[in-house]
């Protein structure tokens, strides 16, 4: 009699226990497994020695796995470092996007040379060239180079040919076989007899009155005497 009853109590006494761990296992709260929790990764890779998992900031080991995100390398820890990393999972994958370069670029953006960046660069590089070539043709044409520069830089071709033509009227209006003057002083009249002679002319070419140079010559400028 005391054998059943001993062998009763051992039978409720085992019901009891596995009725408890089945109902812990049913209320313990369901950790995903590591295929289901790293759907959202992507592809799964060997570590290397010497990465360091994204969560602990500590270096994995052989067990542990590296998923590759944005073509980036993300090791990670098994356990809770993987849970915290698929719980949070773009606040992780933001520590991967480099910052940008100085235009406000990310390295996985579009490429960067568009066709607007090109035609501006090609715009820059004409405009430098007519800029040279009209800074030289305005100071053969005896003119302010600066203003041609800016116009040759942003009107190009037109600016150019602008001064090409100017720059051939006036060589036209010089007497044959002779280089224009880009530039000379306005002539006086000598007070006696009217005629036109150059301001630092000392005399007149006219009359041969004596004159009051209002000016320094070229000549003597360059130390080479004065003007008669």
């Known amino acids: 009699m005391g054998i059943v009853v001993h062998v009763k109590f051992i039978r409720q006494f085992a019901l009891a226990v596995g009725g408890a761990l089945v109902l812990a296992a049913t209320l313990a709260p369901q950790t995903p497994s590591n295929k289901e929790s790293t ?62 370069n100085f235009l406000g670029i990310e390295p996985d953006a579009t490429a960067a040379l568009t066709t607007r960046w090109l035609a501006l660069g090609l715009y820059v590089l004409v405009g430098l060239v007519f800029a040279a070539l009209s800074v030289n043709r305005a100071i053969n044409a005896g003119q302010s180079p600066a203003p041609w520069f800016f116009a040759g830089f942003f009107l190009n071709i037109f600016a150019w040919t602008v001064l090409v033509a100017r720059h051939r009227r006036i060589a036209s209006l010089a007497p044959k076989g002779l280089a224009k003057v880009p530039q000379t002083a306005a002539p006086l009249a000598c007070p006696t007899c009217g005629h036109l002679n150059h301001p630092a002319a000392s005399k007149c070419l006219g009359c041969g009155a004596k004159l009051e140079p209002a000016t320094d010559s070229e000549a003597a400028r360059a130390g080479l005497g004065q003007a008669s």
Not at 44 to 52: D, T
Not at 61 to 81: F, W
């Open 39 to 100: 759907k959202s990764l992507g592809p799964r890779s060997a570590p290397v020695q010497g990465e360091i998992c994204v969560v602990c900031n500590r270096p994995v080991g052989a067990d542990d796995d590296v998923y590759i995100v944005h073509g980036q390398r993300m090791a990670v820890h098994r356990g809770e470092c993987l849970g915290e990393l698929e719980s949070h999972i773009e606040k992780y994958k933001a520590r991967l996007r480099p910052s940008g």
